[in-house]
């Protein structure tokens, strides 16, 4: 698998699909994967960012226990693939911190709107999850069936107002 994502300014990003994780990638390895792949030539010296990794899925059981408060990556590990991750704990800060803001001076946290942060951060984490799962489901190999009816879904939903609904799934409007 070879995906390729364009980017501003005439760059491109590869991502390739090596079954086992890379110790030591290389650009000359990634321009000859996707050489040998897809025929593609991709100079290696233009490389300017180049990083090995594997998809995860991790729930902490809890983000919040007494003191200690898991955001980020800590407490919902999810796949790269849709990128959404960071945007995740981001969010998961910007709702924190007021909580954190609202309990200086005082003795006290306000408890039960911790709890619900927790209750409301793993809920949206698991929609994440999902729809990261799906995204990675939607990039696999297909027989040219599925892949056909794949192409025509997306193409019907890009060229109609529904295509909205897909941008505001992917930026995360809902969480
Ligand atoms: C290939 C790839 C592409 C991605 N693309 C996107 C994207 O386009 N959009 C998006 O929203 N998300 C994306 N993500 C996900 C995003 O990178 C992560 O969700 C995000 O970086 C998590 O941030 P974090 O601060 O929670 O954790 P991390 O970035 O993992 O930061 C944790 C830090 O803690 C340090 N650390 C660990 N243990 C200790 C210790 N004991 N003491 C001190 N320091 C410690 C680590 O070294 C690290 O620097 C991508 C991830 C990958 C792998």
Redesign the pocket.
Known sequence: MVESFPLPGGLRRFVVHTGEPMVRPTADMLAELIGGRIGSRVDPTSNSML?A?VTRRRLAERMVVGRVILI???AHEIS?IG?????L?WLDAAELAPLLTGAVGRDRIDRKALDDFEVRRMRVAKRAARQAEANMAMGRPAGSIRRATRDAGFGLVLATPAKRLLARSYSMTWS
């Open positions: 990083s990794f980020g990556d800590s790269p990128g959404q991750g960071m945007n704990g």
